[in-house]
Antibody
Framework: EVQLAESGGGLVKSGGSLRLSCAASGFTFSNSHMAWVRQAPGKGPEWVGQITTSSDGGRTDHAAPVKGRFTISRDDSKNTLYLQMNSLKIEDTAVYYC???????WGQGTLVTVYS | DVVMTQSPLSLPVTLGQPASISCRSSQSLVHSDGNTYLNWFQQRPGQSPRRLISKVSNRDSWVPDRFSGSGSGTDFILKISRVEAEDVGVYYCMQGTHWPQTFGQGTKVEIK
């Protein structure tokens, strides 16, 4: 069974940083493109970015609102996906989900709250 | 960005009755590879979203056959043939044809 477990969320002051992790199991992580999606309170989901497999170059792509501030990475030896978030803004407040390629599996999410 | 517009935004339904949600995109969702990357997601209260349907009409394995997706180009529909209590939640359409992937505003399905 595919399982994705996000962690690392919390309360952070505007301008601060956080690193989210997503521990994956139940599938061959190294063969899977992965992505992060967020959902602000009461809003629909929003794609944050994605990373290809390491064999495909580990190429990343980030949404415009987070480009230059957020960085997606992966460690296939640990079956873990990361989201490094810097220069956080109030509008980054959301539940952050990691998802598998094709949007077929989502984690339970981790809440990030940015305050001024 | 491609704008996805859902209607209605709120859908009260009687148990056992059909329901239908419309999703329109601001551009055609036909990809250069010939596929149409239009997904539907269900988000039950307090849960993560789950994919229901991919590429317009392909149900995921967990999805009951009372759910169906149809459409082409810029107009798509999600139908529930007979609403059950477990179908309560918010439904989102999402396009994956154009960068960046974008979602509709969501349609809240509730029981009358």
């Amino acid at each position: 069974e595919v399982q994705l477990a996000e962690s690392g969320g919390g309360l952070v002051k505007s301008g601060g940083s956080l690193r989210l992790s997503c521990a994956a199991s139940g599938f061959t992580f190294s063969n899977s493109h992965m992505a992060w999606v967020r959902q602000a309170p009461g809003k629909g989901p929003e794609w944050v970015g994605q990373i290809t497999t390491s064999s495909d170059g580990g190429r990343t792509d980030h949404a415009a609102p987070v480009k230059g501030r957020f960085t997606i990475s992966r460690d296939d030896s640990k079956n873990t996906l990361y989201l490094q978030m810097n220069s956080l803004k109030i509008e980054d407040t959301a539940v952050y989900y990691c998802i598998t390629s094709g949007w077929s599996h989502w984690g339970q999410g981790t809440l990030v709250t940015v305050y001024s | 960005d491609v704008v996805m517009t859902q209607s209605p935004l709120s859908l009260p339904v009687t148990l056992g009755q059909p329901a239908s949600i419309s999703c329109r995109s601001s551009q055609s969702l036909v990809h250069s590879d010939g596929n149409t990357y239009l997904n539907w997601f269900q988000q039950r209260p307090g849960q993560s979203p789950r994919r229901l349907i991919s590429k317009v009409s392909n149900r995921d394995s967990w999805v009951p056959d009372r759910f169906s997706g149809s459409g082409s180009g810029t107009d798509f529909i999600l139908k529930i043939s007979r609403v059950e209590a477990e179908d309560v939640g918010v439904y989102y359409c999402m396009q994956g044809t154009h960068w960046p992937q974008t979602f509709g505003q969501g349609t809240k399905v509730e029981i009358k």
